[in-house]
């Protein structure tokens, strides 16, 4: 049973080796996911990010003006459940007083 | 992007993370996801994503082994029942 | 494993480094714009500087810098600043959180109104992860440490 679970193992780790060579090289500048236009042939909302970022924030820092201000919802939803998970921790570890 | 030191800290990430599941006392293998979690952050700087790193460094290796550390005082090995 | 112990030498080297750890965190929360950081990390920064404090000073030291009950509040003041920088751009005639519509005294170009909304929120995240962390924290470790 033990050498089963280890050719199991040694078969998925080939399995993903195999699946990763198939990805694009990192940091190449002619991936698909750098392009201004996707497969569907429709503009990427990241090239806008990237020209007008600094125009429209007058921020150099492109990650703070995505998070913050493009995508802020999504951050104010982020922060929610950050809060929620601390709610949830202080119900479940509180210790009540013994009445 | 320097392959060389890519290669060794992917080393180390894969070594830490089988102490980590194969240590017997829970306080080594708290240590050791401490430190594939630091050598994730400088994996993730090496690729690129520096907020990503940073996250990761602070995060991952700051306050989840102060927390897994209070956990394992607050639990005991042996059971009660 | 479960023996503890008043340390002075710990207590001091946690004094000396913990308010460096706080001005770093200060200073990734307000350099935000123009280097990698931001509210999460500056918040985690402050929470680990304020935890390190707790972990070598016991309960009487660390109530002098937050009291305990005080921070289940201040992670509710960090949500409502970030979400009153939403609401005021409502009331003024905006989308929810559109920056270009906050009351900022001075005469600001909408570029500039952007960057200082985006401050104000980076400031509630900060404050919110801090209060969030200390507050896990010392609910896990009530009852372990000494005095």
Same mark, same amino acid.
């Given at each position: 049973?033990?050498?089963?679970?280890?050719?199991?193992?040694?078969? @998925?780790?080939?399995?993903?080796?195999?699946?990763?060579?198939?990805?694009?090289?990192?940091?190449?500048?002619?991936?698909?996911? /750098?392009?201004?236009?996707?497969?569907?042939?429709?503009?990427?909302?990241? *090239?806008?990010?990237?020209?007008?970022?600094?125009?429209?924030?007058?921020?150099?820092?492109?990650?703070?003006?995505?998070?913050?201000? #493009?995508?802020? &919802?999504?951050?104010?939803?982020?922060?929610?459940?950050?809060?929620?998970?601390?709610?949830?921790?202080?119900?479940?570890?509180?210790?009540?007083?013994?009445? | 992007?320097?392959? !060389?030191?890519?290669?060794?800290?992917?080393?180390?990430? &894969?070594?830490?993370?089988?102490?980590?599941?194969?240590?017997? %006392?829970?306080?080594?293998?708290?240590?050791?996801?401490? &430190?594939?979690?630091?050598?994730?952050?400088?994996? @993730?700087?090496?690729?690129?994503?520096?907020?990503?790193?940073?996250?990761?460094?602070?995060?991952?290796?700051?306050?989840?082994?102060?927390? @897994?550390?209070?956990?394992?005082?607050?639990?005991?090995?042996?059971?009660? %029942? | 494993?479960?023996?503890?112990? !008043?340390?002075?030498?710990?207590?001091?080297?946690?004094?000396?480094? *913990?308010? #460096?750890?706080?001005?770093?965190?200060?200073?990734?929360?307000? /350099?935000? /714009?123009? *280097?990698?950081?931001?509210?999460?990390?500056?918040?985690?920064?402050?929470? *680990?500087?304020? &935890?390190?404090?707790?972990?070598?000073?016991?309960?009487?030291?660390?109530?002098?810098?937050?009291?305990?009950?005080?921070?289940?509040?201040?992670?509710?003041?960090?949500?409502?600043?970030? @979400?009153?920088?939403?609401?005021?751009?409502?009331?003024?005639?905006?989308?929810?959180?559109?920056? !270009?519509?906050?009351?900022?005294?001075?005469?600001?170009?909408?570029?500039?109104?952007?960057? #200082?909304?985006?401050?104000?929120?980076?400031?509630?995240?900060?404050?919110?992860?801090?209060?969030?962390?200390?507050?896990?924290?010392? /609910?896990?470790?009530?009852?372990?440490?000494?005095?």
């Amino acid at each position: 049973m033990k050498y089963a679970k280890i050719v199991v193992l040694a078969a @998925f780790a080939g399995l993903l080796i195999y699946g990763s060579t198939g990805l694009p090289d990192r940091g190449d500048p002619d991936n698909l996911m /750098h392009q201004e236009r996707s497969i569907t042939n429709t503009v990427v909302a990241g *090239s806008y990010f990237i020209r007008e970022a600094y125009n429209d924030a007058n921020t150099p820092n492109m990650v703070t003006v995505v998070l913050g201000d #493009y995508r802020s &919802i999504d951050t104010f939803g982020e922060q929610v459940v950050v809060f929620a998970a601390g709610l949830i921790c202080l119900l479940i570890l509180r210790k009540y007083r013994s009445i | 992007m320097i392959w !060389e030191i890519e290669l060794v800290l992917f080393l180390f990430l &894969i070594i830490s993370a089988i102490v980590a599941l194969e240590a017997k %006392d829970l306080l080594i293998a708290v240590v050791t996801l401490t &430190i594939f979690s630091f050598t994730m952050a400088l994996l @993730f700087t090496a690729m690129g994503g520096i907020d990503v790193g940073f996250t990761e460094a602070v995060i991952g290796a700051g306050v989840t082994g102060i927390l @897994f550390v209070i956990a394992l005082f607050r639990t005991t090995i042996k059971t009660n %029942d | 494993m479960r023996t503890q112990f !008043e340390s002075p030498i710990v207590l001091l080297g946690a004094r000396l480094l *913990s308010p #460096y750890i706080m001005l770093f965190g200060i200073y990734v929360i307000f /350099h935000g /714009h123009y *280097s990698p950081g931001g509210g999460f990390q500056g918040g985690a920064l402050l929470a *680990s500087s304020i &935890i390190l404090i707790r972990i070598a000073g016991g309960r009487l030291v660390s109530r002098l810098q937050i009291k305990e009950f005080f921070t289940t509040p201040m992670a509710a003041i960090g949500v409502i600043v970030y @979400f009153a920088a939403g609401f005021i751009s409502v009331l003024y005639g905006s989308y929810f959180l559109d920056y !270009e519509a906050l009351p900022f005294p001075g005469d600001l170009t909408p570029a500039e109104l952007r960057y #200082y909304g985006i401050l104000v929120i980076e400031i509630g995240i900060g404050i919110a992860v801090m209060a969030i962390l200390v507050m896990i924290y010392d /609910h896990m470790a009530r009852g372990e440490d000494y005095a």
